[in-house]
């Protein structure tokens, strides 16, 4: 009699988190048992433990394809599934920015490490922000902002930028003579030069350090 074999039908690319286990099983439908999962990449042969679980643990962030393939004797059937790995989201580090009252700011330069840059603003009454550019308060205080970090795989990953607006006020007309100021060289090694082309009298030139000193 004829030997009828089915390694079934594969199901769309399978998205995974980087670390976790797959069962490559629910990568594919209708099939029969008892067949055997392999890789043509050695590395990743190597991770498919227990006959069908791939463990993606230190493995690239791309998509790899795999055969079931379902034997009897000479006869044979198989199929190819893929499975993506994705890596884990990653919002930066929680940062701080110090700046005057009403002053534009960009948020991002409030995040510390590596940054996803496909992630969401929220401001501190967690309403979703458009963009990373905002302006400050017009009350000195310290303002929470959460920048929150997925691709729709892994967990998401939030960072915590504090803004912190201090009694200085950038629509003053001191304030904004930094506009027509060069400051040089930038990086320093301690010295710099201040010039300016403000031209409406003399201004006081205030320095800080990110906490507000």
């Not at 200085?168 to 710099?192: D, F, K, M, Q, R």
Request: glycine share 8%; aromatic share 10%; with cysteine.
């Amino acid at each position: 009699s004829a030997i009828v074999l089915e390694s079934g039908s594969a199901n769309s690319v399978t998205n995974v988190c980087n670390g976790n286990i797959v069962d490559l099983y629910t990568t594919i439908n209708g099939f029969d048992l008892n067949g055997t999962w392999s890789s043509p990449i050695p590395a990743v042969n190597a991770s498919i433990i227990n006959d069908s679980l791939f463990n993606t643990s230190g493995l690239a962030y791309q998509t790899f394809n795999f055969q079931y393939r379902i034997t009897d004797g000479c006869a044979y059937d198989s199929i190819i599934s893929q499975v993506k790995i994705y890596p884990p989201s990653n919002a930066g580090q929680d940062g701080v920015i110090t700046a005057c009252k009403n002053q534009p700011i960009d948020l991002l330069a409030g995040l510390n490490g590596n940054t996803d840059l496909n992630g969401d603003w929220r401001d501190p009454s967690a309403v979703l922000l458009p963009n990373s550019q905002v302006t400050t308060a017009n009350f000195p205080g310290q303002y929470n902002y959460h920048y929150i970090s997925g691709n729709g795989v892994c967990p998401n990953d939030t960072a915590l930028v504090v803004v912190s607006v201090t009694n200085c006020n950038w629509l003053s007309v001191e304030e904004n003579a930094l506009e027509s100021v060069n400051i040089y060289p930038n990086p320093s090694t301690g010295l710099v030069y201040v010039e300016s082309t403000f031209s409406t009298g003399n201004f006081d030139l205030i320095v800080m350090d990110e906490i507000g000193r």
